[in-house]
Each structure stands twice: as C-alpha cells, then as structure tokens.
C-alpha cells in the first residue's frame, strides 16, 4: 500500500467517479483503475460500487476512506511543520468557530495571525462541534472553537476551557415582545436556533423547564448566524443567543435585546484539538492567540439593560451592554 493509492481512494469518494477522480489528481483512467484494483486485491475487498453515474464506497470502503483521509491529513501536515520549523511558513490552518468565536476571536486574531504567518492560508469554518467533530478527528480541521455539546469525546480529541457561557434573547427591533421581562411572557412565541448538539428542541427546552416554563415552539433550526440574522429581523421569531451578539456590529441596528429577569446560562465556550498529533507552528500560534483573548475576557454575569431612545423605541443591540 503506497501513497498514492490512498490519495487514489479518497479522490474517487470526494468526486464519485473515476473520471472525476483522474482529472483531480491529473492522471490518465486507466491508471487510477489499475491502482485501484491493486489495492483492492491487497485489502482482500472492494472499497467501491461501481454504477452506471459513478462510484459509492461499500461499507469497509467507507472506514477505509476515513482512515486514508487522516493518513494524508497528517502527512500534508508533517511537511507544512517542517517547513514551518525551517522558517518557510507554507501551509493551510483550518479552524472552525461558532458565532462567538466569529465575534470574539476573529477580529482580535486576524491581523497578528496574517502579519505573523502572511503565507500560510487560514480556512475559517461557521460551525458547531457536532458537525466538524470527523473533520477534527481525521485532520482537515485543526481547531474548533465554541459551546461545550456537552458530548463525550473521541480519545483521539481533547477540549480546553476559556470561558463560561452566557445567553441572551434577541429579536427584530420593534418586536411586540421587546419590552418583556420574563421567559414567561415569551413562552407563546415563536423561536429559531443553531443548535450546538443533535437535538435542537432539548437545548431551549432545558432552559425553560428550568424556571418551570412548558417548552418552547422551535420553528426553524439554522446552520447559519446569517440565516438566524435574516430570519430574526424579517420576522416575529425569538433566538437564544450567546450574550456576545448583544454588542455584536452584525446585530446593531437590526436587532435588540429582551431585557429578561432570568439568568440564561449557556454552554462554556472551549476549543478543541487533536489529543494524539502536535499543532504545526502557525496552528499552534494561532491557539496562543486565542487563549490570550479568552484571557482578557472578565466573567462577568450578563445583564442586558433595558435602555429607550427618548421616543421610547428600545435601542438597538449594539447600544445594550453587558454589565
């Protein structure tokens, strides 16, 4: 078993044909068919159906994919190291980050990263732990930052904590509900989330019953801090937010905060990395980079301000603090 077979493997399952997969990786048909075939007879099984619009993994071919992509993760990621040690800072760094990351962590790390390591090329991924828990085990992602899911991890994966978590209810400005001060007056209201865990519905749910509330009615679950944006300020529906939008740029001027009496607690927000494999340099710095922002964080208990402009609309996100 060679390199390049596994390159060969996982090009036919990302572009679903051997046609595909040849043009990838610049190479004539019948040679990746061959190498193909090689390492079929060697395995002592087939790792793909062929049909008449392409190729899918069996069930072993699968688990060899994965496997494969990690090896050629790791290798990729052996040779930016050394290159980087050597002082030729080449390479990708792939972090994924929530929207508290994007809010806490993008703009404090951006420009230091960039001037220290301006040709190594940073992929940024809006994501929650469950969806880039695989990327993080087989090496296309480097880093996840966000909630804790409250999931046990991979012994491959290990998490670190920077601070505790905090929520806060946004909707549009205007919104009938603005001016409520208790979870109670909102239990009749519609809500969108991103859910950090598999089960979106248990997240606010627990909240609410908490504070002895029936559950609330979720009516779309997003992937996207774009879409949820969208969605709260072109229509009545609520979020349950990380207390971080509330000052957020992204939110002001669109949207404001529902001055709750409750204490919303959250998820800590902790960042997540391979257990088993070092960081190359530049993802390394970029964690340092991270942790010394988290560090400058206060824990501090969130309160949202009831403010008014004189005219008595409620000020928008961005002019509500978080004492």
């Not at 040690?85 to 792939?94: H, L, N, S």
């Not at 899911?149 to 603005?178: M, N, S, W, Y």
Request: with cysteine.
């Amino acid at each position: 078993m060679k390199l390049h077979h596994l390159r060969a493997v996982v090009a036919i399952a990302e572009q679903g044909s051997l046609r595909g997969a040849a043009r990838h990786l610049r190479i004539a048909q019948p040679t990746l068919t061959r190498g193909l075939s090689e390492l079929e007879r060697e395995l002592g099984a087939p790792l793909f159906e062929r049909r008449p619009k392409g190729m899918i993994a069996t069930q072993l071919g699968a688990v060899f994919v994965r496997r494969a992509t990690a090896i050629l993760n790791d290798v990729r990621k052996a040779q930016e190291e050394f290159a980087q040690m050597r002082g030729d800072a080449v390479g990708t760094v792939a972090i994924g980050l929530s929207s508290v990351g994007h809010i806490l962590f993008l703009p404090k790390v951006l420009r230091p990263f960039r001037r220290k390591f301006p040709k190594v090329r940073l992929h940024v991924l809006e994501s929650y732990y469950p969806t880039i828990e695989r990327s993080l085990q087989d090496g296309s992602v480097d880093l996840y930052v966000g909630p804790d899911p409250g999931l046990t991890l991979p012994l491959t994966l290990q998490k670190e904590l920077l601070f505790a978590g905090r929520r806060a209810v946004l909707c549009r400005i205007g919104h009938p509900l603005a001016q409520a001060t208790s979870l109670k007056e909102l239990v009749n209201a519609e809500w969108v989330t991103t859910s950090i865990t598999p089960k979106a519905e248990n997240e606010l749910g627990e909240l609410f019953q908490l504070h002895a509330l029936p559950p609330p009615l979720l009516a779309l679950r997003s992937q996207s801090s774009l879409t949820l944006l969208t969605c709260l300020a072109n229509s009545d529906l609520l979020a349950m937010v990380p207390a971080q939008w509330v000052d957020s740029p992204f939110a002001d001027r669109v949207l404001t905060a529902i001055p709750v009496r409750e204490e919303l607690r959250a998820p800590p927000i902790i960042v997540v990395k391979r257990s088993d494999v070092p960081l190359a340099p530049a993802a390394a710095f970029l964690l340092d980079l991270v942790r010394r922002s988290a560090g400058h964080l206060a824990p501090q208990k969130a309160t949202v301000r009831a403010n008014a402009t004189p005219a008595g609309r409620p000020r928008s996100a961005g002019r509500r603090a978080i004492a």
